[in-house]
């Protein structure tokens, strides 16, 4: 069965760092291409990060030069390392996994989807 797991949110200062997880199963984490996407209370589904199966990477201008996607592949783990974190970053961060060419942050991409970690960054 195709799962994605997602954890490692939680409570941080604006300023702190977290690194989320994404723990894959069954034949996602060979995806074409695996993702972050996160979701604030009354907004949009947002693209963060993604990485291609190739080894590409890209970003969303907002995370650009704080947040850090990789992958483990032994571990079939995809990973959000979250650095210099702002009150603003505050969401709900899906994984995604996908097979489909209509680029990293359209949800079209995507066909299968963890359920969420919450962030929380606040004083």
């Known amino acids: 069965q195709e799962q994605l797991v997602e954890s490692g949110g939680g409570l941080v200062q604006p300023g702190g760092s977290l690194r989320l997880s994404c723990a894959a199963s069954g034949r996602t984490f060979s995806s074409l291409i695996m993702g972050w996407f996160r979701q604030a209370p009354g907004k949009e589904r947002e693209f963060v990060a993604a990485r291609w199966s190739g080894g590409n990477t890209d970003y969303a201008n907002s995370v650009k030069g704080r947040f850090t996607i990789s992958r483990d592949n032994a571990e079939n783990t995809l990973y959000l390392q979250m650095n210099s974190l702002k009150p603003e970053d505050t969401a709900v961060y899906l994984c995604?996994?996908?097979?489909?060419?209509?680029?990293?942050?359209?949800?079209?991409?995507?066909?299968?989807w963890g359920q969420g970690t919450q962030v929380t960054v606040s004083s």
């Open positions: 995604a996994a996908g097979r489909y060419y209509y680029g990293a942050s359209d949800v079209r991409t995507y066909d299968h």
